[in-house]
């Protein structure tokens, strides 16, 4: 938001070094983050002067120049070309010196220097209008009053209007201060503290006064729960010209363009006061009726900027007897809107709900000046004192006269906020103790009427417009940042306790995981929840109508919450291999979002992405892929990691995934994994295989807590290692020898794996071998060769009757 320093002294009559005004409002919560200059002519006319034509005669090697002698005022006339066709000998006209900087249409500068045109030497410049920034025309050079003395500078026959400006970050909670007169009220409060008092110093609407009631319009709100006050009044007798040069200075000073002195006034007053207006070209309102309602769904309206509009049956329009001619608080229409040739106007200022103007900019993608404040909230009580200055200005700058009453429908005032402060609680927050003088001071310079006080206390009435003062904590927040938070001392000591969670708590087992995943050479991913909704057709299991739909996306792309952290995991792979960069280990926690019926559920997700090579390339090492058992394998290392054990394993049901494994217990499902559908991958152009697990994180953390966790010393007898080489029917797995194993011993052995699978020459038909090995254990002796042997030959005669396997 820019805010000019001279507007802003026609609040407060100060003149404090800008920087300092800076430095103050930044300290109010206001944060200046630049000061530019601003001239309401680029460059001042700095080294401008007028110049008398003595000569001008047709330049001798050139058919539409001419060569001038110009006297500049120095005593020295000087010769200057000049390409003008208007140029004679006796004017009164600009003259830019050599060493001058003028500025281009774009605002880049350029200097004049002493040089030859056409062979001629020429001295200068004589300008046109546009070349100096007084106007737009460039058909001749500008020429001045007779009277003007040779050598005048040329800034002081225009007048020029230098200003600084500050770009304020305006927070969304600081409604108060979208206008010229909202900081010059939170500039006198920090002033006040400093010790100066400046008066404050408001526009005045004492002599607003109604001419005749010839032009009156009917006004009726038929939705006031979104127009809670509508005020209007129509004025007759206009003319439609250019503003003066003082307002057109304010306007450019914040950024904004002049247009004309009807739309400049509605300007000014919305940067002045904060509150926006419209004017309507009342010729155009049919039936001299306004009626502020919605409008069917579907309805078409074509705004200001020449864009047909569809519009919702929530937006609030401002119609009349036949069709609508406004968005409400957002933009006007294409043809109520005011031109050179509007005599009349019907004059709008009203105060419109917050929450319903920010849904209709937000649907229709418009962001207005007007939009901007109406919903953040403005002053409800300075509707009518804004139309008044409006009018008043209007009557000044086009002439006119007032021409109906002032039609203000307001059927349930918006009241202030009634808030109590306790000052044991004030100290206790702020950390020190502030003289209840000096807080009664500051709610005073802030409009904050006090009822009552008493010694614990203060009763006040908080105005409407500061609707981000409600609470007494929000009071504490005023009073400190007037007060200065510099101000308040630190201690030499500072307490604190240490929160006792639980070590279940979610981001305690996110840590941990996360620390485990890193230590295997995982990089954390942090994806947007928005996502694609044509993603949702990439598996069966997703459908549209399970989607949560955002009501005002930022872009198509962007309009769905994710039903799965796989698409956007995705994303990010294809965004890395199309940068060389396609060895990846990922992983992600986040959360899918659902919508079922009229109910919405989220859940908890550990989701890991692999692709490209095992390891780093070396050369002492063969470069291999990243299979299927890795992932298993990084699966199960975090599974073990929480505790979690004995799940059951089943073929995955998605398809996302071209082959894979569904671990579940208690058929909770705990993780799906596998390789990515080449489907999928084709969808985001990745070529290479994707592998992909998704953790249910809620199960997970409801598993966790299950866990007990059991103690036993180290076993001080050694372990003994047995290998069976082992001809089995190829259909047998690994998981029945296990099986069959532990059921023939269970307190002994330890452990069972399979080190070496064979399949090829010398084996029979259909068959093929296994080497498993087994290591068994007594925790209160060391086992005898013996007890070995008949342990291992039971496992024998088991695998033999079970599996009818072959000890090869």
């Known amino acids: 938001m820019q805010i000019s320093y001279n507007w802003l002294k026609q609040f407060l009559n100060i003149d404090w070094e800008a920087e300092k005004t800076g430095n103050l409002l930044t300290d109010l919560g206001l944060e200046v983050e630049g000061i530019e200059d601003f001239q309401s002519v680029k460059g001042g006319l700095k080294d401008i002067v007028v110049g008398h034509v003595l000569t001008c005669v047709k330049h001798p090697n050139a058919d539409r120049l001419k060569l001038t002698t110009v006297d500049i005022g120095d005593g020295e006339p000087v010769q200057i070309v000049c390409g003008a066709p208007n140029v004679d000998a006796g004017q009164k006209v600009p003259v830019a010196t050599v060493g001058t900087t003028l500025f281009d249409d774009k605002g880049e500068a350029w200097k004049i220097k002493k040089g030859k045109i056409r062979g001629e030497v020429s001295n200068g410049m004589i300008c046109a209008e546009d070349e100096l920034g007084l106007g737009e025309s460039h058909d001749g050079i500008m020429i001045l009053d007779d009277d003007l003395a040779p050598g005048t500078p040329l800034s002081d026959v225009f007048e020029v209007e230098d200003d600084l400006v500050f770009e304020i970050g305006l927070t969304p909670n600081r409604a108060d201060a979208m206008s010229h007169m909202g900081v010059a009220r939170d500039l006198r409060a920090g002033l006040i503290q400093l010790g100066k008092h400046p008066e404050f110093i408001t526009p005045s609407t004492s002599s607003f006064r109604i001419d005749n009631r010839t032009q009156k319009v009917s006004v009726e709100v038929l939705d006031a729960q979104k127009a809670p006050r509508y005020c209007g009044v129509t004025m007759t007798g206009l003319t439609v010209k250019e503003s003066p040069l003082w307002m057109q200075n304010r306007l450019k000073a914040i950024g904004l363009t002049p247009k004309n002195n009807l739309v400049d006034i509605t300007n000014y007053v919305l940067h002045e006061l904060g509150q926006p207006l419209h004017a309507f070209d009342l010729s155009k309102i049919a039936g001299k009726q306004i009626n502020v309602k919605t409008v069917a769904s579907g309805t078409k309206f074509t705004t200001l900027d020449g864009v047909e509009r569809e519009l919702d049956a929530e937006d609030l329009m401002i119609c009349d007897a036949e069709k609508p001619l406004c968005i409400a608080g957002v933009f006007g229409g294409a043809n109520s809107g005011v031109t050179e040739n509007t005599t009349s106007i019907f004059l709008e200022s009203a105060y419109f709900n917050p929450v319903s103007i920010r849904k209709t900019a ?26 008044m200055r409006a009018v008043l200005l209007i009557k000044e700058l086009a002439g006119g006269d007032v021409t109906s009453d002032v039609v203000d429908i307001y059927p349930k005032k918006i009241e202030d906020h009634q808030v109590i402060l306790n000052f044991e609680r004030a100290q206790k927050l702020i950390g020190e103790e502030i003289p209840k003088e000096t807080i009664k001071s500051i709610l005073s310079s802030l409009d904050i009427k006090i009822n009552n006080i008493t010694e614990s206390g203060i009763g006040m009435t ?99 919450m994710r039903q799965s952290l796989l698409f956007s995991g995705l994303e990010v792979v294809a965004f890395n291999s199309n940068r060389r960069q396609s060895d990846l280990k990922l992983f992600e926690f ?7 019926g009229d109910k919405r559920e989220e859940y908890k997700h550990l989701s890991l992405l692999l692709c490209g090579k095992q390891n780093p390339e070396n050369w002492y090492q063969q470069q291999q892929n990243t299979t299927f058992f890795n992932l298993k394998g990084m699966v199960e290392v975090v599974l073990n990691r929480l505790g979690i054990k004995d799940w059951q394993i089943k073929p995955v049901k998605s398809n996302e995934f071209s082959e894979g494994l569904t671990y579940t217990i208690d058929k909770k499902p705990v993780v799906h994994f596998g390789l990515v559908a080449k489907a999928v991958r084709n969808h985001f152009d990745i070529d290479l295989e994707v592998l992909y697990a998704d953790f249910n994180w809620d199960t997970i953390l409801e598993l966790i807590e299950q ?3 059991s103690y036993a010393p180290i076993p001080k007898n050694p372990a003994v290692r047995r290998d069976f080489a082992l001809l089995l029917d190829k259909q047998i797995s690994f998981e029945e020898i296990y099986n069959e194993a532990y059921k023939t011993e269970n307190k002994l052995l330890k452990k069972v794996a399979l080190f070496d699978v064979y399949e090829g020459k010398n084996l029979p038909q259909g068959k093929k071998s296994y080497a498993v090995s087994f290591t068994l254990q007594d925790e209160h002796k060391t086992l005898t060769d013996a007890e070995i042997d008949k342990i291992m030959s039971k496992l024998q005669k088991r695998f033999e009757e079970q599996l009818q396997a072959v000890l090869r």
């Open 707 to 709: 866990n007990k966790i």
């Open 362 to 387: 937000k649907r229709h993608g418009l962001n207005t000046d007007a939009s901007f404040r109406f919903e953040r909230g403005i002053d409800p009580s300075i509707t009518e004192y804004a139309l």
């Open 462 to 560: 908080i105005p409407a417009y500061r609707n981000d003062v409600t609470r007494e904590v929000d009071v504490i927040e005023e009073i400190l940042r007037v007060y200065g938070y510099n101000k308040i001392k630190f201690k030499a000591k500072l307490n604190a306790s240490v929160s006792k969670t639980s070590r279940f708590a979610d981001h305690k087992v996110q840590q941990i995981t996360g620390s485990l995943l890193a230590s295997l050479g995982f990089h954390e991913i942090l994806n947007n929840s928005l996502t694609n909704p044509e993603y949702a057709t990439l598996n069966e299991a997703y459908k549209e109508e399970h989607s949560v739909k955002m009501l005002n996306p930022l872009s198509t792309d962007l309009s769905v």
């Open 590 to 596: 986040g959360k899918s979002y659902h919508q079922f």
